[in-house]
């Protein structure tokens, strides 16, 4: 049984830092590509960044400098260093990988930024 169990968001001031992590289980973790997304009130969810197998990684135009997308194979864990965050950076934010032709996502975990 495929499971994504994101956490680590919370509520920052402009500026600050938060790490988001997605422990996975239930398939070969270092096989997959995986993938943050994020969802703000009103919008579509719509991908943040990703990281392949071989740990290439790509990121949406708005977060590239301040959010870096690893992964630790070992502890079958995908993280989202986000920093200089922003206002417009509140969303939930979701943990996803694609295994053959089904789709999985985590419950995702909520990250308010705001003074």
């Known amino acids: 049984q495929v499971q994504l169990v994101e956490s680590g968001g919370g509520f920052v001031q402009p500026g600050g830092s938060l790490r988001l992590s997605c422990a996975a289980s239930?398939?070969?973790?270092?096989?997959?590509?995986m993938s943050w997304y994020r969802q703000a009130p009103g919008r579509e969810r719509g991908l943040v960044s990703q990281?392949?197998?071989?740990?290439?990684?790509i990121y949406v135009d708005s977060v590239k400098g301040r959010f870096t997308i690893s992964r630790d194979n070992a502890k079958n864990t995908v993280y989202l260093q986000m920093k200089t965050l922003r206002p417009e950076d509140t969303a939930v934010y979701y943990c996803?990988?694609?295994?053959?032709?089904?789709?999985?996502w985590g419950q995702g975990t909520q990250v308010t930024v705001s003074s």
């Open positions: 239930g398939f070969t973790f270092s096989g997959y590509t």
């Open positions: 996803h990988v694609v295994l053959g032709y089904q789709s999985y």
């Open positions: 990281i392949t197998s071989s740990g290439g990684t």
